[in-house]
C-alpha cells in the first residue's frame, strides 16, 4: 500500500494505515530528511529482526542501529550523554544528523550493537516526526540506500515494488534524493565525526 502525503504538511489521518502497520511490528518505509529509509517500532522484537534483514546487519555487528525521537529529552532516556555531548545535541538537533552514544537499559538488547552502543536521529523532516508522535514511541530507522551505495533518485513507487514481499507501506512524498545524515560517535568523553554527510561539523 502506497499513502501520498506532503513532506512538509502531513494529514494525520493519511498515515492512519503507517501507524496501524507500526503498531502492528510491521517496517513501514517513509521519507526522513535524508530520503527514504525503513522504520518499525523499538517495542517490536519481530519489526527490528526484519529490519536488520532488510539492511543485512547481523545483531553481532559493531554498525550501531538508529532510532528517531521527537523530543531533546528523550535523548537522555535512551543514550549516555555527559554536559559536554548535550550542549551538542542541543545545538545540532533537529537535523541530519546521527548521534552514536552508550545504551542506556531502556534500550532493548536486540537493538544494541556488540559495544552496547545505539544511534539517535531526531530530524525535521515532518511527516516521520508526525508517525513518532502518532506510533508514541520513537521509531528504528535505516535508509533504503546502503552507505556503499551510489546515491540515485529514490522514487516510492519502485520502492513499493521492489520490497512488495517485506513492506506492506510505503508513505509516499514524491522521489527524493538520498543525502546522508552526518554520524557523530559521542562516547567516552570524546566526539568523534564517523561519517561527513549533509550536516556540517559542529566545531
Known amino acids: 500500500m502506497r499513502l501520498r502525503t506532503h ?17 502492528r511490528g510491521e517496517v513501514v518505509i517513509c521519507p526522513t530528511d535524508t530520503g527514504y529509509a525503513f522504520v518499525c517500532a523499538l517495542s517490536s522484537s519481530k519489526g527490528i529482526a526484519k529490519l536488520r534483514r532488510l539492511k543485512g546487519i547481523e545483531e553481532d555487528s559493531r ?28 545545538r545540532i538537533l533537529p537535523g541530519p544528523y546521527t548521534v552514536v552514544l552508550r545504551a542506556t537499559g531502556s534500550v532493548p538488547r536486540v537493538m544494541r550493537n556488540r559495544d552496547h552502543e545505539i544511534g539517535v536521529r531526531m530530524p525535521e523532516n515532518a511527516a ?25 533518485l529514490e522514487d516510492p513507487e519502485l520502492l513499493e515494488k521492489r520490497y512488495r514481499a517485506d513492506v506492506k507501506v510505503v508513505v509516499d512524498a514524491g522521489p527524493l534524493w538520498p543525502d546522508p545524515s552526518t554520524v ?11 561519517r561527513e554527510g549533509q550536516g556540517a561539523i559542529p566545531g
Open 184 to 194: 557523530l560517535r559521542a562516547t567516552d568523553g570524546e566526539i568523534e565525526v564517523l
Open 63 to 90: 554498525k550501531p542501529l538508529a532510532m528517531m525521537v521527537n523530543e531533546l529529552a528523550e535523548l537522555g532516556k535512551y543514550g549516555i550523554m555527559d554536559n559536554q555531548v548535550f550542549r551538542m545535541v542541543r
Open 128 to 152: 516521520c516526526r508526525m508517525l513518532v508522535e502518532l506510533v508514541g514511541e520513537p521509531l528504528l530507522v535505516g535508509s533504503v540506500t546502503g552507505a556503499e551505495e551510489e546515491p540515485e
Open 7 to 23: 513532506m512538509d504538511r502531513p494529514a494525520p489521518r493519511k498515515l492512519a494505515p503507517a501507524v496501524d502497520a507500526l503498531r
